[in-house]
């Protein structure tokens, strides 16, 4: 056993923190699923223990499993999207464009921008309205003449999320070729020149080279840009306000605890959100702490 | 360097500062302040806020007004926060809420002091007409104080886009479709325009009511009733008739948009509650030529009314400057401050009828005169969460079309309410 005096400084100075996380953060994560595993279905209720009722139940909730449907359609699209358009621009940036500089800060400006903001220009650009009162994104392709790729945006059928994507695109892409450049400017130019030298054409260095070193920085991208999107309230809020055909979890949770004042069907979306974003995340801590443990 | 560490340090300070004076103003002295919490804080709401607050002021030298409003559309930012501040024990001295069954969820958690003596002590039975007393009160208590009455069924129309279709406003359900049809046929308006999702909800109360008919539309909300019966489904097949007539893209607009597409020549018709009103000569339209009013077809002679009203939560920090400030809201003259200026009407029939124009002096008469329903999307009628089931069973509507499946969801919505 090491003294008292090697670990006991240490300890002290980080336990504050050991307890005001454990409090507020697993002690309300725990407070939740204790919610969430009750019949608190009012304010006033007690809440008996009914076990994973609710889970079950909110299955056949009129909204909640469109509200799903309509975050997997935004996170798939969102994520995607984002990390193409990124790894594209940190390409670009990567091969030396002139004014690099100015370029990065254009492209990283609108993570600048709150999501609200964001999403009110967008609320106006996305604007469905037929061809006699167009505005937005639809009367700039009219004027173009490309009338036929007017749309009704996020109000499309069951795809509509897809179109809600486009906003978050727009803003978390720059953030996306920002890691990317970082990972690409962190291969080291000797790999590139071996691999050069052995013949490889510059397509094959970027490849066979350049992306496999990049994993780690794909894997970060996917998770910052995917919990979010998995969490996404403002945004939508934004742009559609509260209506049925832009629902998502978040907006669900929201409007249980706030309208129908049911704490535990709250609590059960709640919980549902954290499990999801839970499968994106835990691989990766798992992932850190290998690779932490195998730096030390 | 060292200027970062100063600012740094000025910028908590500056925090800290804040935290204190937040946390000064809950701790003052109680004889010495009210609080009153709302979400009026703009246009001729705030100012009829402000204009009772300079009343409250001068008639209560000692009690300082704290005006504690929240912003957000119809109140939905400002219950987020009063509900966190009721379960925390720390309620304001009053606070704004819709009057009639939205309060039975604070009334129920046992948030809310009844009012009924203070009306007997402030002679308020006979001075509120007693339809309105019998549907606010709720388990034989009155938990709130009316201040105006705001009117849900009313048919807004462009007298332009009509006469080039060759329609009359029409009074009955029937005419209102023949006319919307027309309007389709000859114009390139909107036959009926409509906003976001809240406002197909709006519509919906005003058709159930011109179909079912007064007596029909308030046994929905009693106990137990009965939303499966033919009738319904008849008033839901007309809304479905009617729906067809909306703009496309309804969803990406609020009910301002909507509104204002019919004094802009956008839209025939629209039906939205009277505080269009205020929108309307904001934008300086001219009542008779950019727009005109009739009740919904088929609801002539009924007030479907939604009310404004201050409550006394359980443990106001200062029960008798809440009580002050309930004595200034439901007196006469109190009501006839406010309703001018936020465009509303006061629900006391004693009202100094010269202080109310145009619409709101035919408004006036009509709440007089009329039978009255109450309203359900603005909290009048149903507990929040049968309007949630209503509100989700007219999002699925819109989503999917299916009449059938609305009406299933109606009766879902009222068995889960009781």
Same mark, same amino acid.
């Given at each position: 056993?090491?003294?008292?005096?090697?670990?006991?400084?240490?300890?002290?100075?980080?336990?504050?923190?050991?307890?005001?996380?454990?409090?507020? %953060?697993?002690?309300?994560?725990?407070?939740?699923?204790?919610?969430?595993?009750?019949?608190?279905?009012?304010?006033?209720?007690?809440?008996?223990?009914?076990?994973?009722?609710?889970?079950?139940?909110?299955?056949?909730?009129?909204?909640?499993?469109?509200? %799903?449907?309509?975050?997997?359609?935004?996170? %798939?699209?969102?994520?995607?999207?984002?990390?193409?358009?990124?790894?594209?621009?940190?390409?670009?940036?990567?091969?030396?464009?002139?004014?690099?500089?100015?370029?990065?800060?254009?492209?990283?400006?609108?993570?600048?921008?709150?999501?609200? $903001?964001?999403?009110?220009?967008?609320?106006?650009?996305?604007?469905? $309205?037929?061809?006699?009162?167009? %505005?937005?994104?639809?009367?700039?392709?009219?004027?173009?003449?490309?009338?036929?790729?007017?749309?009704?945006?996020?109000?499309?059928?069951?795809?509509?999320?897809?179109?809600?994507?486009?906003?978050?695109?727009?803003?978390?892409?720059?953030?996306?070729?920002?890691?990317?450049?970082?990972?690409?400017?962190?291969?080291?130019?000797?790999?590139?020149?071996?691999?050069?030298?052995?013949?490889?054409?510059?397509?094959?260095?970027?490849?066979?080279?350049?992306?496999?070193?990049?994993?780690?920085?794909?894997?970060?991208?996917?998770?910052?840009?995917?919990?979010?999107?998995?969490?996404?309230?403002?945004?939508?809020?934004?742009?559609?306000?509260?209506?049925?055909?832009?629902?998502?979890?978040?907006?669900?949770?929201?409007?249980?605890?706030?309208?129908?004042?049911?704490?535990?069907?709250?609590?059960?979306?709640?919980?549902?959100?954290?499990?999801?974003?839970?499968?994106?995340?835990?691989?990766?801590?798992?992932?850190?702490?290998?690779?932490?443990?195998?730096?030390? | 360097?060292?200027?970062?560490?100063?600012?740094?340090?000025?910028?908590?300070?500056?925090?800290?500062?804040?935290?204190?004076?937040?946390?000064?103003?809950?701790?003052?002295?109680?004889?010495?302040?009210?609080?009153?919490?709302?979400?009026?804080?703009?246009?001729?709401?705030?100012?009829?806020?402000?204009?009772?607050?300079?009343?409250?002021?001068?008639?209560?030298?000692?009690?300082?007004?704290?005006?504690?409003?929240?912003?957000?559309?119809?109140?939905?930012?400002?219950?987020?926060?009063?509900?966190?501040?009721?379960?925390?024990?720390?309620?304001?001295?009053?606070?704004?809420?819709?009057?009639?069954?939205?309060?039975?969820?604070?009334?129920?958690?046992?948030?809310?002091?009844?009012?009924?003596?203070?009306?007997?002590?402030?002679?308020?039975?006979?001075?509120?007409?007693?339809?309105?007393?019998?549907?606010?009160?709720?388990?034989?208590?009155?938990?709130?104080?009316?201040?105006?009455?705001?009117?849900?069924?009313?048919?807004?129309?462009?007298?332009?886009?009509?006469?080039?279709?060759?329609?009359?406003?029409?009074?009955?359900?029937?005419?209102?479709?023949?006319?919307?049809?027309?309007?389709?046929?000859?114009?390139?308006?909107?036959?009926?325009?409509?906003?976001?999702?809240?406002?197909?909800?709006?519509?919906?109360?005003?058709?159930?009511?011109?179909?079912?008919?007064?007596?029909?539309?308030?046994?929905?909300?009693?106990?137990?009733?009965?939303?499966?019966?033919?009738?319904?489904?008849?008033?839901?097949?007309?809304?479905?008739?009617?729906?067809?007539?909306?703009?496309?893209?309804?969803?990406?607009?609020?009910?301002?948009?909507?509104?204002?597409?019919?004094?802009?020549?956008? /839209?025939?018709?629209?039906?939205?509650?009277?505080?269009?009103?205020?929108?309307?000569?904001?934008?300086?339209?001219?009542?008779?030529?950019?727009?005109?009013?009739?009740?919904?077809?088929?609801?002539?002679?009924?007030?479907?009314?939604?009310?404004?009203?201050?409550?006394?939560?359980?443990? /106001?920090?200062?029960?008798?400057?809440?009580?002050?400030?309930?004595?200034?809201?439901?007196?006469?003259?109190?009501?006839?401050?406010?309703?001018?200026?936020?465009?509303?009407?006061?629900?006391?029939?004693?009202?100094?009828?010269?202080?109310?124009?145009?619409?709101?002096?035919?408004?006036?008469?009509?709440?007089?005169?009329?039978?009255?329903?109450?309203?359900?999307?603005?909290?009048?009628? /149903?507990?929040?969460?049968?309007?949630?089931?209503?509100?989700?069973?007219?999002?699925?509507?819109?989503?999917?079309?299916?009449?059938?499946?609305?009406?299933?969801?109606?009766?879902?919505?009222?068995?889960?309410?009781?």
């Amino acid at each position: 056993m090491r003294a008292k005096r090697d670990w006991l400084p240490g300890l002290l100075l980080v336990s504050p923190s050991i307890i005001l996380i454990g409090v507020f %953060v697993y002690g309300l994560i725990g407070w939740n699923f204790q919610l969430a595993t009750s019949d608190k279905h009012t304010n006033i209720a007690d809440g008996e223990f009914v076990g994973l009722d609710n889970f079950i139940a909110i299955w056949s909730e009129a909204r909640w499993p469109g509200a %799903v449907w309509n975050a997997l359609v935004f996170t %798939v699209v969102f994520v995607l999207t984002a990390l193409l358009l990124g790894w594209l621009l940190a390409l670009l940036l990567d091969k030396g464009v002139r004014g690099e500089a100015g370029f990065r800060t254009v492209f990283l400006f609108p993570m600048a921008v709150s999501f609200i $903001a964001t999403g009110i220009v967008w609320r106006w650009l996305m604007n469905p $309205a037929p061809p006699d009162r167009a %505005v937005g994104l639809n009367a700039l392709f009219q004027d173009i003449g490309l009338g036929f790729l007017a749309n009704e945006w996020w109000l499309t059928d069951r795809w509509g999320m897809a179109a809600m994507a486009l906003p978050a695109i727009w803003q978390l892409s720059g953030y996306v070729m920002a890691l990317f450049l970082a990972g690409f400017r962190g291969v080291s130019e000797d790999l590139r020149e071996a691999a050069r030298v052995d013949g490889c054409s510059e397509r094959q260095v970027y490849w066979h080279v350049v992306l496999p070193q990049l994993r780690p920085v794909t894997l970060v991208a996917v998770i910052i840009i995917g919990h979010m999107s998995l969490k996404v309230f403002d945004l939508i809020v934004a742009v559609a306000g509260r209506q049925l055909a832009a629902d998502v979890p978040a907006i669900y949770m929201w409007d249980q605890v706030y309208e129908v004042r049911d704490p535990a069907m709250g609590a059960t979306a709640a919980s549902y959100l954290l499990l999801a974003v839970a499968v994106v995340i835990v691989p990766y801590l798992v992932w850190t702490l290998r690779s932490e443990r195998k730096a030390s | 360097m060292r200027r970062g560490w100063t600012a740094a340090l000025a910028i908590s300070l500056a925090g800290v500062l804040t935290a204190t004076a937040c946390g000064g103003s809950g701790g003052e002295d109680a004889e010495g302040s009210v609080e009153v919490f709302s979400w009026w804080t703009g246009g001729g709401e705030a100012a009829g806020l402000d204009a009772l607050i300079e009343r409250f002021e001068a008639d209560n030298a000692g009690i300082a007004f704290n005006n504690a409003a929240v912003a957000g559309g119809s109140g939905t930012n400002a219950q987020g926060v009063l509900e966190s501040r009721l379960q925390a024990n720390e309620p304001p001295d009053s606070f704004q809420g819709h009057a009639g069954a939205e309060l039975m969820d604070y009334i129920e958690a046992g948030y809310l002091e009844p009012l009924t003596e203070f009306y007997a002590e402030q002679g308020l039975n006979e001075v509120f007409p007693p339809e309105l007393l019998e549907q606010i009160t709720l388990d034989g208590e009155i938990y709130s104080v009316p201040v105006n009455i705001h009117r849900s069924n009313v048919l807004w129309y462009n007298p332009g886009v009509l006469e080039e279709a060759g329609v009359e406003p029409p009074t009955t359900l029937a005419e209102f479709e023949d006319a919307l049809a027309t309007v389709e046929e000859e114009t390139d308006a909107i036959p009926l325009s409509l906003g976001a999702q809240w406002t197909a909800d709006h519509l919906l109360e005003s058709i159930l009511l011109a179909s079912l008919g007064t007596e029909g539309y308030n046994a929905l909300w009693q106990p137990g009733a009965d939303w499966s019966t033919p009738e319904v489904t008849e008033a839901l097949e007309t809304f479905d008739r009617i729906y067809a007539y909306t703009n496309t893209d309804a969803g990406a607009a609020d009910w301002q948009e909507a509104s204002q597409a019919v004094v802009d020549g956008d /839209a025939a018709f629209n039906i939205m509650g009277d505080w269009a009103l205020s929108l309307f000569q904001e934008v300086g339209a001219v009542e008779g030529e950019d727009y005109g009013y009739v009740p919904t077809p088929g609801t002539d002679g009924t007030y479907l009314w939604l009310s404004d009203s201050f409550t006394l939560p359980v443990n /106001a920090p200062n029960p008798e400057g809440a009580q002050a400030w309930l004595e200034l809201v439901s007196s006469q003259e109190g009501q006839d401050i406010f309703n001018p200026l936020k465009g509303s009407i006061p629900a006391r029939t004693d009202a100094d009828a010269s202080l109310y124009e145009g619409y709101l002096a035919d408004a006036l008469t009509d709440w007089q005169e009329s039978t009255m329903a109450p309203s359900y999307q603005h909290g009048a009628a /149903a507990n929040n969460r049968q309007k949630s089931g209503i509100n989700d069973a007219v999002g699925v509507y819109i989503r999917d079309g299916d009449v059938a499946a609305l009406q299933e969801a109606l009766v879902t919505a009222a068995g889960e309410a009781g």
